[in-house]
């Protein structure tokens, strides 16, 4: 993506950057700011802005920390009494908001040694704010690049980038804003879906339906040694979101127990087959994939999966990814969308890699980041399993069925959560309620 045209869209950008770091200081005047300047136009944002901040009274000094700058930004922000100072150390309370105007969209990752010898000896307890992306970071990867900044407040233009979504840059943002300042923009390299767009994909039960036209999906999952993890990922596709759940498996008994709705073999639409299936997961992939329906792969059945499978979703966490790749676990979580991208190419399928946002894989890119961290909990993972595998089995294609069942995940999660820590049964019986919730905001119900 091109960076901004210098003029009225700078100006527009350097607005809505003065406005939101005036907001999160509550106020302009005697405010202390410093500006952290880099050569190009993120550097020329941070200026104009400083520019509009000292006309309303506030103390603004820019560090010029590359060879060259804005020339005409400095002007501006001179004009308004805005100065240029050397970088020194600054103590907790020494100013009020440090604004990073290194590197924005157009850079490669990573820090110059004179950046990061300018921002150490910073306070981590003085509010950053960042101008389009956290200088460092990877723009278009969301990866971390070896050193970068971390940013309270990121304020972007026009659009998000992947490295407002994507992690682990997407934790180096904090709260990002954005700002309409009339781009005219290509079509986004990865989507977040958002409640609307759910309220659009999930199926809905018509008046002519029953139950086996909103289709059955079958659980393979627990075992002698994990019964729960049957358990739970038969709770996460009996949210009524299909019109039956079957069951297969070495906990039947208590599946039965605490979902008597639940029945057993028979011709299902989708498959979820590996929570908790030990020594039992080839087989039950085997059998799966016989049917030849869609179907979720989870968990330990991940292990066995050797051939391309073009109808599955495979639902890893980063180390049950980096052991299906090959690759260390920390790779994987240095570049979580690079290795989610390449083992949708691998299997031919679409990948759900696990974490704080989950990136879903397949046609296109989606990124989920509507849950909490109180969702690592054990069991969750079960749960999304058989969330998913109930809208493949209620219709929904792969990618849509593992973005849309990630966002009520997300979502319920949320709603469960509250603020406070959760089981996974709670978060299971908290799914229904995400899906009224969206039934009555924009269903009309
Ligand atoms: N209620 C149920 O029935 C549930 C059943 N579940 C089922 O369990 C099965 C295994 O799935 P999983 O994802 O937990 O394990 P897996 O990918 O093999 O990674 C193991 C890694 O964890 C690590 N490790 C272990 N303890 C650790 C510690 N204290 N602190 C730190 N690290 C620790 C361990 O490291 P190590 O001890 O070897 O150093 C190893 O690297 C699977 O079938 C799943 O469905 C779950 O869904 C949960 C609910
Ligand atoms: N820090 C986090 N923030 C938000 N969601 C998380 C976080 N950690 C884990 N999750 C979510 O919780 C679930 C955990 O799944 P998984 O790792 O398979 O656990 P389990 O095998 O115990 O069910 C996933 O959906 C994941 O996205």
Redesign the pocket.
Known sequence: MATLPDGALMQRAATGLATAVADLLGGVYGRRIVLLVGPGDNGGDALYAGGVLARRGASVEAWLLADTWHDDALAALRRAGGRTSAPRPLRAGAVDVVVDGVFGIGARPGLPPRVAEAVIPISSSIPFVAVDVPSGVGVDTGEGGGMHLRADLTVTFGTHKIAHLADPAAQACGVVELVDIGLDLPPAPVESLGEADVAGLLPRPRPDDHKYTRGVVGVRAGSATYPG?GL?AVAGANTGLAGMVRYVGSAAETVKQHHPEVVGPGRVQAWVVG?GTADDAEQHLAEAVADDVPLVV??DALGHVTAPLPQAVL?P?AGELAAMLGVERKAVEAAPLRHATDAAARFGCVVLL?????GIAGERVRITTA??????????????SGLIGALLAAGLAPFDAASVG?WL??AA?TLASDGGPIT?TDLARAIPRVVQQIAVRHWGL
């Open positions: 993890a739970l929570p989870d968990a639902t966490h696990k974490g704080n946002h989950t849950g909490t961290p109180w969702l690592a909990t054990a069991g969750a993972g079960d749960v999304l990630s995940h997300g999660g996974a």
